[in-house]
């Protein structure tokens, strides 16, 4: 019985040690993308928070899949828990100039690309802010998106289009 328990414990050892791996080495990366897409900094941490505990629980499911990087994996479930916030009801509301009250020390200029970007439909934000922000190729971000590349390349055109307008 105290055999078991030992390799058990182990296990959540080997798993916590894992997780505090991936945290070093993606944990900016996951909250920069969860605070973009959200708008909103305090909105942003508790996504990038709830994202590592979703990767934590599922880690067993990981195993690279599909031949994807542990980084595109935890960026897929960084963006469906962003999406799952959007949807809640009260999370409806317009980006402003106080949700960034955090990137203050930024120039104007990317202050107000900061802002042009948020104010995209989701789908179009969304591919930029996985192609552009995190560096992820056309094919990367597809995957995360569950879209073809393709559709990665029209987005980014469209939403290139929308910023040069906006």
């Known amino acids: 019985m105290e055999l078991t328990g ?3 414990l182990a296990r959540q050892d080997a798993r916590e040690a894992v997780l505090s791996q991936w945290y070093d080495a993606y944990g900016t990366d996951v ?9 909103s900094w305090a909105d942003g941490e508790d ?3 709830e ?3 979703k990767a934590w629980r599922h880690m067993d499911r990981f195993e690279s899949r599909n031949q994807c990087s542990v980084k595109t994996w935890l960026l897929k479930i960084a963006c469906n ?3 799952d916030q959007l949807r809640r009801a009260w999370r409806k509301h317009e980006v402003s100039q106080d949700d960034w009250a955090d990137f ?4 104007p200029e990317d202050r107000d690309l900061i802002l042009d970007v948020m104010g995209l439909p989701e ?5 930029i802010l996985l192609f552009y922000l995190q560096s992820m190729t056309a094919r990367e971000t597809a995957a995360i998106l569950k879209i073809s590349p393709a559709t990665v390349s029209r987005r980014l055109d469209k939403a290139k289009k929308m910023l040069k307008y906006a």
């Open 31 to 39: 909250l920069r993308l969860c605070c973009f897409y959200l708008g």
């Open 104 to 107: 203050e020390q930024a120039p």
């Open 123 to 127: 789908k179009y934000r969304a591919v």
């Open 81 to 83: 828990t962003c999406r």
């Open 51 to 53: 994202t590592f505990l």
């Open 47 to 49: 996504a990038a928070q």
């Open 6 to 8: 030992n390799i058990a």
